[in-house]
C-alpha cells in the first residue's frame, strides 16, 4: 500500500496523525481528532492508532510499516505525532514540523510524564509546534490547512545558525 492508497480518494492525505507504537491507548487523540473531522469534512485524514480505538470517520490502522508512514507525512499538509523522540524525528525528517500531543501518565496514556517534559522542551525550541489540549490541536491543524509552509522543515537537524556556522568553517579544513 502506498501513501496514496492509504488515504480517501485519490489523493494523498492532507492530515497525518500517528500515536506510536507504545502498548497503552491513545483514545484522548482520537476522540480530538474525531471532533476535528467532524468540523472538516472534506479533509482527508490518515491515523496509525496503535492499540487506540479506531476514528469514527477517519481512514484508520492499527499499524503501517514504516515506508507507508513516512511517505504520507512527506506529502501531508500537517503530521500529528504524540510526544515520542521517533516520531517526532520522523516528521521533521520528512519535511514537517510535527504539531505534538504529548501521552499523559494521568491519564493511563504512558508510565511517567517524560513526554509532557520533553514535548514543552522541544517547543520552546522551536522544533515542535505543541498541542496540550483540544483547542490548540484544532487551531494546529487549521493554521496548517491555511498555510502549510509554516509547518514546513527545511533543516530537519534542528541545528542553530552558530552550529551551521561553525560546520561551514570546519568542513573545508576536514575535507567535507
Known amino acids: 500500500m502506498t501513501a496514496s492508497e492509504s488515504s480517501t480518494g485519490t489523493d494523498a492525505p492532507r492530515v497525518v496523525v500517528s500515536v506510536g507504537t507504545d502498548h497503552h491507548r491513545f483514545d484522548r487523540l482520537i476522540d480530538w481528532i474525531d471532533r476535528w473531522c467532524d468540523d472538516h469534512p472534506d479533509v482527508a485524514v490518515l491515523v496509525q492508532r496503535g492499540t487506540s480505538r479506531a476514528p469514527r470517520t477517519a481512514r484508520s490502522f492499527e499499524m503501517l510499516d514504516y515506508d507507508t508512514l513516512t511517505e504520507?507525512?512527506?506529502?501531508?499538509?500537517?503530521?500529528?505525532?504524540?510526544?515520542?523522540?521517533?516520531?517526532?524525528?520522523?516528521?521533521?525528517s520528512n519535511g514537517r514540523l510535527p504539531i505534538v500531543v504529548p501521552r499523559r501518565p494521568d491519564l493511563g496514556e504512558h508510565v511517567d510524564g517524560h513526554q509532557v517534559t520533553f514535548t514543552r522542551w522541544m517547543s520552546q525550541r522551536g522544533q515542535v509546534a505543541l498541542a496540550e489540549d483540544e483547542s490548540?490541536?484544532?487551531?494546529l491543524l487549521d493554521e496548517a490547512l491555511t498555510d502549510p509552509n509554516r509547518f514546513a522543515v527545511t533543516d530537519p537537524t534542528g541545528a542553530s545558525p552558530a552550529v551551521e556556522a561553525f560546520a561551514a568553517e570546519v568542513n573545508p579544513l576536514i575535507g567535507r
Not at 76 to 91: E, K, M, N, T, W
Not at 136 to 139: F, K, P
Open 72 to 92: 504520507a507525512m512527506a506529502s501531508a499538509d500537517a503530521v500529528v505525532v504524540q510526544g515520542g523522540p521517533a516520531g517526532i524525528a520522523d516528521a521533521r
Open 136 to 139: 490548540t490541536l484544532s487551531a
